[in-house]
Structures are given as structure tokens and as C-alpha cells.
């Protein structure tokens, strides 16, 4: 299995899945959700609700290898910030092995927009992602990572 295909399945098993409530809370209030898959761990911590600053780190037999940062908070509050995550999980179930980032670089479901702008492949990439309601930017997103080991 290559990290493209990894990265798929851990984040459509994670947050995606289970989004907030589904991870473990640690002693200094970190979230965590965890994914293992044979040589495979990946694990995401982040603090915060809104906003929120996280990290992405995958391992490949105990070692780390590749990581991503991200920082995303609500930009306006015409909508509950639980309606705008999820409706965000919604799109993140669709991340392709491409872009194994976050989630498509479109996704619309009724009122709702969801867009990902990404630069780099995933040896070294950034990005922002946000959602809209009505036309309105709601959310916002940015994420930047890549490989962190040969």
C-alpha cells in the first residue's frame, strides 16, 4: 500500500467518520483520532473547536514519514458551527488519492459549498478549503505539510 492510499482510508475513518465526539480526549485537552493499517499508524491531534489547530503525522513501521498542519475556524455565524462540521464530513469522505489533503476540490449539497484549493503533491503541499451556506463563506481551513522522512 503506497501513503496516498493510506491517507484515504485513515481519514475517511477518522474525523470524517466520526467527526467531533468520536475521538479520545488526552490529559492536556488534545483530541485524538487513531487509524492502523498492517506497517501503517496514522494519528490527528488538535485543540480547539472554533477555532481549531491540529496535526496530522503517519507513521510507516514506527516511524514518522509524513505530516500535515492545519488551522480552521467559523467566519461567520449565520449557521451553527456543528450544521457547517457536518456538512464538512460530508466532503471530507470524498478525499481522493491524488489530493489525499483534505477533501474535493468541489462538493455542493443543497445550500451548501464546499471548495479546496490545493498547490504541491504530497511530498510537500499547502492549501486552504472552506464552506459556504447561501453563497457565504462560513468556515475556513488551511493546511500546509508534506514528507517528513525518506
Not at 491531534?45 to 503517519?58: K, L, N
Not at 445550500?111 to 464552506?131: P, Q
Amino acid at each position: 500500500m503506497e501513503i496516498n492510499e493510506f491517507l484515504v482510508k485513515a481519514k475517511i475513518n477518522t474525523y470524517a467518520a466520526s467527526g467531533e465526539g468520536g475521538e479520545s480526549v488526552l490529559a492536556d485537552g488534545c483530541k485524538e483520532l487513531l487509524y492502523k493499517e498492517a506497517e501503517w499508524n496514522y494519528r490527528d491531534r488538535y485543540f480547539g473547536f472554533d477555532p481549531f489547530i491540529g496535526e496530522e503525522i503517519v507513521f510507516r513501521d514506527g516511524q514518522a514519514v509524513w505530516g500535515m498542519n492545519y488551522y480552521g475556524r467559523v467566519i461567520s455565524g449565520i449557521v451553527e458551527p456543528r450544521q457547517i462540521f457536518c456538512f464538512l464530513k460530508k466532503a471530507l469522505r470524498l478525499v481522493s488519492e491524488d489530493r489525499p489533503f483534505r477533501g474535493p476540490a468541489i462538493f455542493q449539497e443543497g445550500d451548501w459549498s464546499y471548495a479546496n484549493a490545493s498547490k504541491g503533491e504530497v511530498d510537500k503541499f499547502e492549501g486552504t478549503e472552506t464552506v459556504s451556506f447561501n453563497g457565504k463563506v462560513v468556515h475556513e481551513l488551511k493546511y500546509h505539510g508534506g514528507n517528513i522522512a525518506g
